[in-house]
């Protein structure tokens, strides 16, 4: 079983590390730094975007491992138009309810959890530990940084980050592309397009 990973980043290192654990035999990175980048830790880096595109049929699974929500989006996008085999990555470690659901294209940390009734969309990244409990529902492209937690029925909209080790209150809906500073505790709805910090989260810029 072959994988593709475009994007050698630390990000990129974390999923295939992860793939690996799940019994992906050959992980193939891909990224537009090629041909100064050739290396991603132990892994090669083959091409740029376009030696991917043009190789789809060698990969039974391809990944986009870009932490930019944006550039995460648009490569998938572009991936997925071109027919690539989007799958997702769930760490053995990682605990996703039966009765949840998550797109394709998302990656789910080790430790990370995923509680009954969430829906999780495509391109999402759950990082190391993060909680998504019951009910919640998180847009597509989203960045759920290590260890924050998103309490019962939260609300995330597309491209929106959070930060590590934030706290969001039950029932609370984060705006489209918003971001949560790390550590903020998040007591009251976010319109899109901020960035909120601090206990109580206020807004630091719109
Ligand atoms: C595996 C991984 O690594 S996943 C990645 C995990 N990374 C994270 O979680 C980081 C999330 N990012 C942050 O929290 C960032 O600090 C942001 C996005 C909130 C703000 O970043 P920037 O826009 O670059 O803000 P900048 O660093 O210029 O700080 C502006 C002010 O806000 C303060 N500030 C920044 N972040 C925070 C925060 N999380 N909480 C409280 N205050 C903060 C700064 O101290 C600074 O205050 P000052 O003007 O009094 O000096």
Do not use: Y
């Not at 740029?48 to 944006?70: M, P, Y």
């Not at 990082?127 to 960045?143: L, S, W």
């Not at 597309?158 to 705006?175: M, P, R, Y």
């Amino acid at each position: 079983m072959r994988i593709a990973i475009l994007g050698a980043s630390g990000h990129g290192k974390v999923i295939a590390d992860a793939a690996e654990q799940l019994g992906w035999q050959h992980v193939t990175f891909f990224d537009d730094a090629w041909p100064d980048v050739k290396k991603n830790g132990p892994w090669t880096v083959n091409g740029k975007t376009e030696a991917l595109l043009a190789r789809l049929s060698d990969f039974e699974g391809v990944v986009v491992g870009i932490g930019n929500n944006r550039i995460r989006e648009e490569k998938q996008r572009k991936l997925a138009r071109a027919g690539a085999k989007l799958v997702s990555i769930v760490h053995p470690t990682a605990t996703v309810s039966s009765h949840a659901s998550i797109g394709p294209g998302t990656v789910v940390f080790a430790n990370a959890v995923i509680n009954p009734c969430a829906n999780v969309g495509g391109g999402v990244i759950l990082n190391t530990g993060a909680v998504v409990e019951h009910d919640c529902v998180v847009g597509n492209f989203v960045h759920i940084s290590p260890n924050a937690v998103l309490a019962g029925g939260v609300k995330l909209g597309q491209q929106v980050w959070v930060g590590a080790c934030a706290s969001i209150k039950q029932l609370i809906s984060v705006g489209e592309a918003s971001i949560v500073g790390m550590g903020a505790v998040v007591t009251k709805d976010v319109e899109s397009g901020v960035t909120v910090v601090g206990n109580p989260a206020r807004i630091l810029r719109q």
